[in-house]
Structures are given as structure tokens and as C-alpha cells.
T-cell receptor, first 115, second 113 residues
Framework: DTGVSQNPRHKITKRGQNVTFRCDPI?????LYWYRQTLGQGPEFLTYFQNEAQLEKSRLLSDRFSAERPKGSFSTLEIQRTEQGDSAMYLC?????????????FGPGTRLTVL | KQEVTQIPAALSVPEGENLVLNCSFT??????LQWFRQDPGKGLTSLLLIQSSQREQTSGRLNASLDKSSGRSTLYIAASQPGDSATYLC????????????FGGGTRVLVKP
């Protein structure tokens, strides 16, 4: 399967703990996005990478959140000192270089539950 | 700032009926519009992408139209089947600087056998 993969699929943690999620985009997709989706809502943009450069961060991404994409391949999203309000589905998407198309392909998501 | 709305939030139709799903957006400078399907607890599956220069796209039983002047897109699903039951989301892409998507809240569809 050459789609976007995310790990873990589910994460349960206690308030105050740190968590890290990983996203592996489709091969040769240089653009990578993180979104957050709460129950019954549409996804909301968090951050965007082009290759290894993080080019945009939403105001939703507080200083407890950090994302990286070393070497322009996989990406990680870390949440420090988790709060109950961080409980959500975290979705990763990738798309090809701009001139090759704009369709975003999503992974299965990581569901975070903060107790 | 782009805002995307999907009404109704939920609908139920008998099997075989055509489905019409609505999506409205506030910024007519939209670069593209993408329709997705989401099954409960799962990620998003891309259905169709319409570029701003296009008026419609078709894939099998699915047809999506885009009218920038009125700020609307419509997804038609012909001859609905129980397997079409899911939440359908539309998202507007801004194009520049990464094509960030702004999503609507989705329409939850139930197709009754």
C-alpha cells in the first residue's frame, strides 16, 4: 500500500503527558499537512511543510505543539503537557509538487484521548 | 478568510434515490475544491477535485459542479446504495503557499435499503 500512513492509530494518555505522532506521506509528495478534527466537525488546518521547511502554522498550534519533517520525508507532531481539550483525531495529508497536482491524500488518522 | 458551509448536516434517503449534497463558500477566489468521504472513525478518502477553471468533474456515479460566482459546489451521487452511507466533506483550497484546505462541517448521509 503506497498511501499515507500514520502511527499510532490510537493513543490514550493522561493529562500532562507528552505524545508524539508520526506521518509517512506518499512517496515523492513534497507537501505535507497536519489537520485536527474534533467529533462532528470538519478538519482544521494545523501546519504545512514543503520538503523539510515548515512554511505555515495555524494559530490553533499553541506553543505546546511542535512539528518536524527532517529530510523532507516523514513528519512528527508532538504535543507537550497534553490537556483534555487536545483530544481529537489528528490527520496527516500529502500532495505532490505544485505543478504536478493539488489533490490532498489523507492518512487514517491518529485518535488521541487525553484522560 | 474562507468559510465553508454544508447544509444539511444530515440526510436520509431510500436506496436508489439520487443524492444531492451542497457546499457553499465565502471567498470566490477559491483555487480548487475537493470532496471527501469519511467513514466513522476513519480518515478521509478523496472523491473529486475541481480546479477553479473547471465547472464540473465526474467519476463513475459521482458528479461535482463548481460555481464560483455564487460560491457553491454540489456533489451528485446517482442511484444511491447503502454502501454510500458516510459523511461527505467539501474543502476549499486557496492555491498559494501550499493550498491549505478549509473544510465544511460535513453532511452525514444514510442510505436505507
Amino acid at each position: 500500500d503506497t498511501g499515507v500512513s500514520q502511527n499510532p492509530r490510537h493513543k490514550i494518555t493522561k493529562r500532562g503527558q507528552n505524545v508524539t505522532f508520526r506521518c509517512d506521506p506518499i512517496s515523492e509528495h513534497n507537501r505535507l499537512y497536519w489537520y485536527r478534527q474534533t467529533l462532528g466537525q470538519g478538519p482544521e488546518f494545523l501546519t504545512y511543510f514543503q520538503n523539510e521547511a515548515q512554511l505555515e502554522k495555524s494559530r490553533l498550534l499553541s506553543d505546546r505543539f511542535s512539528a518536524e519533517r527532517p529530510k523532507g520525508s516523514f513528519s512528527t507532531l508532538e504535543i507537550q503537557r497534553t490537556e483534555q481539550g487536545d483530544s481529537a483525531m489528528y490527520l496527516c495529508a500529502s500532495s505532490p509538487p505544485f505543478r504536478q497536482g493539488h489533490e490532498q491524500f489523507f492518512g487514517p488518522g491518529t485518535r488521541l484521548t487525553v484522560l | 478568510k474562507q468559510e465553508v458551509t454544508q447544509i444539511p448536516a444530515a440526510l436520509s434517503v431510500p436506496e436508489g434515490e439520487n443524492l444531492v449534497l451542497n457546499c457553499s463558500f465565502t471567498d470566490s477566489a477559491i483555487y480548487n475544491l475537493q470532496w471527501f468521504r469519511q467513514d466513522p472513525g476513519k480518515g478521509l478518502t478523496s472523491l473529486l477535485l475541481i480546479q477553479s477553471s473547471q465547472r464540473e468533474q465526474t467519476s463513475g456515479r459521482l458528479n461535482a459542479s463548481l460555481d464560483k460566482s455564487s460560491g457553491r459546489s454540489t456533489l451528485y451521487i446517482a442511484a444511491s446504495q447503502p454502501g454510500d452511507s458516510a459523511t461527505y466533506l467539501c474543502a476549499g483550497g486557496r492555491g498559494a503557499a501550499g493550498n491549505k484546505l478549509t473544510f465544511g462541517g460535513g453532511t452525514r448521509v444514510l442510505v436505507k435499503p
